[in-house]
């Protein structure tokens, strides 16, 4: 059972404008060509409901040597994870039209190096405090 009440961080639900936006983009997109659930929710007007669900899940691991990473030299984080959004169109308690779609696998690798370790950045704070930035 879809509860936007007890989750409503991953779930927006959607006006019937939002529907319109969402599947008719420009004027020169006809709603003949739109699926015919998509029709039927734009037809019924306030009697359809339109629920916009957005889940990811993430991690970070960081590699290499730990004063080398502390100290702002050298940093190596490999991020994983994977993506679901879909949308999913009620109308008089019936699901009438879904759409999903997502990344089933994320993977980066993000790499930052910096030869002057923790006082990399500290020369433009030190000339922004001397000559202000208009």
């Known amino acids: 059972m879809l509860d936007h009440a007890s989750n409503p961080n ?32 734009i037809k019924a007007l306030a009697a359809c409901q339109g629920y916009e669900i957005i889940q990811q899940a993430s ?37 009438i039209y879904s759409l999903a779609g997502g990344q089933p696998s994320i993977y980066s690798l993000e790499e930052n190096k910096n030869p002057l370790g923790p006082f990399q950045g500290s020369g433009e704070s030190a000339a922004r405090s001397v000559v202000p930035v208009p």
Do not use: M, Q
């Open 10 to 41: 991953n779930i927006t639900i959607l006006t019937y404008s939002d529907v319109i936006r969402r599947f008719i983009p420009s004027p020169s997109v006809s709603a003949d060509e739109l699926a015919p659930g998509v029709r039927d929710c």
């Open 59 to 95: 991690s970070r691991k960081r590699y290499g040597n730990f004063w080398a990473d502390f100290l702002n030299f050298k940093r190596k984080v490999e991020v994983t994870g994977w993506s679901f959004s879909g949308v999913i169109l009620v109308k008089d308690g019936v699901v």
